[in-house]
């Protein structure tokens, strides 16, 4: 039976088991919306397209799923490139489907007309326009296929409008044809002795984990065989929540874990950075070595040697020099350590691993992080630290970015995978919020909330509608301090004090916004209304915006100054 | 600019032939800042499969690094890394020299001594094929010029591995 390419495409979402689609409509893409009804696909109708993208990145991030979007031609293809280029630095698996205009007309500037491809080439882990519409089933699986293999990422499939018109028989392919796309899963089993027998000898041995520890779902492998070799272990601002940095001490209480050392870099935790500068070994899996981590490359880890594991080969001994490279699935990896250890394992580890473990937790009681608690005003540390103690270690944390994501990385503690989502590699304001409403799409009875900037939360605050008109019940911390505040951080410590561009005087009521949308709207404005407020907000079955208006020109610390080694950090208020 | 350990390296790359698949390889090169010397590109004897030969520099991480961002290419079926195995390579030049009563016979000469072609005459000027390494293609660039070149056109350079003994 022939089908038309709008029902071809339903077909094949239904194949891929696509339960949820988030978008937006427009002329391009009418014929697909018009047999959407027709299908038993959820579609969540966003406000602005670039929210599409992050909420399908968040609810690939959350669940391990592949997310999707649909978007029209032109400027609500554009609109998506943020989303694009968030999920690509972050390996999100995503597929993106834009509406293109007829194919006679491809070139001819026509209305609507924009080259995606061209234009998020950079930015996709492969894209497709689709020019015929006996190619459309294949493009969709293949497209389906790459964005969840290998390294996880986002996938363009351009859609001319008389493509998805046209009619042809469908069968959905068994299998895909990539003969170039073949990534390596099994890591090498010599290489991975070879790191092994360099742990076995280690003193001082690090584990730096990332987001490929959650991405192959590795934290369980992880955890164990951190514990197996008695090394401490620091993630990167992706990889929280990989191993965890709680553990039940026995009595039912939750206490920090013995060898977690928090997140490295430029707002690492000091005992993290230190370790790494002090390390003889460093394992790192599933990292990319961002510049953000290493601070100045040529004093990171100076007496390291590195043992890098990592699916995309690109990553490895790009930024730093790699003295074991181990290409391959970290998972994959990681259970053949830990079969190599358990077959051999170290004698007298608990004994020989003191000094080093005993190092590191001089460390960290002489520079824990902190902040300096008020009476008087809301410490934004504070409220996440509360939060953390209200909404627990299942609850899905989303961020901006700024101040807060950094505070969120450093005071909730995150013990479980999937449960921070984040933008680390590029950075994108205004995607925190949209990513918890497709975190809660996946997960509709967990707790999501987004910690957000008074800043970040205006790039994509449209997306109140979409939460309130799907019964999308997202909770919000909006950490109010009246600026664009990592900038006016660095302004103040590296730019003289000149606040240009910084201050965010004159935003909305926050409270009425989230009133005017339909959502319910909550402040505390002194200390002891941090946690009722909190309570209160968490408690209410709809979206809800908690607004903290905090200390204004509280910084974050530690930090290691632009161009400087790790451990040059600045740890408190010069 | 400071001193760098930069060489050159020709690459081979196969690739499948689809749309796309020339603007993903170059934009690979500009968007990650890697220089491209030269490039061709061709179909090869196998239906869908063009093989493109870059000449490119760089030190050896980058090296290391261009080769292994060529693999990631979906459409890439295989990247030929010729700084690790012997090769042969050849280009060819289309060259219009001047060629007018007193400098023919010269221009003849040295058509003959590096088995160059004439393959367009005209009044004044001669058009020649010449084929050859890089070296032998900058030699008789060296010596035409003295007669006046009008115009170059060259191929870059295509190569191949040489078939092991
Ligand atoms: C889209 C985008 N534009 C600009 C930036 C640069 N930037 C990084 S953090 C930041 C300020 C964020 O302000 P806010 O959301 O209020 O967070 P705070 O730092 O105050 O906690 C800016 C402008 C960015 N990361 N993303
Ligand atoms: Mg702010």
Known sequence: ?574 | MIVTNDKRYTIGILVQNVPGVLARIVGLFSGRGYNIETVTAAETNEKGLTRLTIVTSGDERVLSQIVKQLNKLVNVIKVFDFSETEFVDREMALIKVRAEQQTRAEVLRIVDIFRAKVVDVSPHFYTLEVTGNEGKLAAIVELLDQIGIAEIARTGKAALARSKK
């Open chain 1, 1 to 574: 039976m022939k089908l038309k390419g709008a029902q071809i495409f339903f077909e094949c979402l239904k194949k891929e088991g696509v339960e949820v689609v988030f978008g937006f409509p427009g002329g391009a893409v009418l014929d697909i919306y018009h047999e959407m009804a027709a299908h038993n696909i959820r579609h969540i109708l966003v406000r602005h397209e670039q929210g599409a993208a992050h909420m399908a990145d968040g609810y690939a991030r959350a669940s391990g799923r592949v997310g999707v979007c649909l978007v029209t031609s032109g400027p609500g293809a554009t609109n998506t490139v943020t989303g694009i280029a968030t999920a690509y630095m972050d390996s999100v698996p995503m597929v993106v489907f834009t509406g293109q205009v007829p194919t006679p007309l491809i070139g001819d500037d026509a209305f609507q007309e924009v080259d995606i491809m061209g234009i998020t080439r950079p930015c996709t882990k492969h894209s497709y326009l689709v020019r015929d519409v006996k190619d459309l089933a294949p493009a969709i699986k293949e497209a389906f296929y790459l964005a969840r293999t290998g390294r996880p990422g986002p996938i363009l499939v351009d859609l001319p409008k008389d493509v998805i018109q046209a009619q042809t028989d469908f069968k959905y392919p068994k299998k895909v044809d990539l003969p170039g796309y073949r990534p390596t899963v099994e890591a090498h089993a010599g290489q991975v002795r070879k790191a092994c027998e360099l742990l076995a000898k280690a003193k001082s041995p690090v584990i730096f984990a990332g987001g490929g520890i959650i991405i192959s779902e590795a934290s369980e492998e992880l955890t164990r065989f951190a514990r197996l070799i008695q090394a401490p272990v620091t993630c990167s601002l992706l990889g929280l929540g990989g191993y965890p940095a709680t553990t039940d001490s026995g009595d039912g209480q939750r206490r920090p874990d013995p060898l977690w050392l928090g997140m490295p870099g430029m707002h690492g935790a000091y005992q993290a950075n230190m370790a790494i500068s002090h390390a003889d070994v460093i394992f790192a899996i599933g990292v990319r070595f961002d510049d953000r981590v290493t601070g100045k490359i040529s004093t990171f880890a100076p007496k390291a040697k590195i043992v890098h594991v990592d699916i995309d080969p690109t990553s490895i001994s790009k930024n730093v020099e790699v003295d074991v490279p181990i290409v391959g699935d970290c998972r994959n990896a990681l259970e053949q350590c830990l079969e190599f250890f358990e077959k051999a394992p170290i004698e007298g580890i608990s004994e020989a691993r003191t000094p080093w473990l005993d190092q590191v937790a001089r460390w960290k009681k002489d520079h824990p992080l902190t902040y300096c608690p008020s009476e008087e005003l809301i410490k934004p540390q504070f409220v996440i630290e509360k939060l953390h103690e209200i909404a627990g270690r299942d609850a899905i944390i989303t961020t901006e970015v700024g101040q807060h994501q950094m505070w969120t990385a450093q005071f909730y503690q995150f013990d479980r995978p999937r449960t921070l989502l984040t933008s680390g590699g590029l950075g994108t304001m205004g995607y925190g919020f949209p990513a918890a409403i497709g975190a809660q799409v996946a997960f509709p009875d967990k707790l999501v909330i987004d910690i957000a900037g008074d800043g970040s939360i205006q790039m994509n605050i449209q997306e109140l509608c979409t939460a309130v008109c799907n019964n999308i019940p997202v909770k919000v911390v909006i950490i109010n301090n009246t600026y664009l505040g990592l900038p006016r951080q660095w302004q103040e410590l590296f730019y003289e004090k000149n606040y240009t561009g910084s201050c965010m005087e004159g935003s909305p009521d926050f409270v009425k916004l989230a009133e005017a949308y339909g959502a319910v709207g909550l402040r505390a404005e002194r200390p002891e209304q941090v946690e009722s407020v909190l309570r209160q907000g968490l408690a209410i079955q709809g979206p809800v915006f908690m607004e903290f208006m905090v200390a204004t020109e509280e910084n974050v610390y530690p930090i290691v100054p632009p161009g400087k080694s790790l451990t040059e950090m600045l740890l408190t208020q010069l």
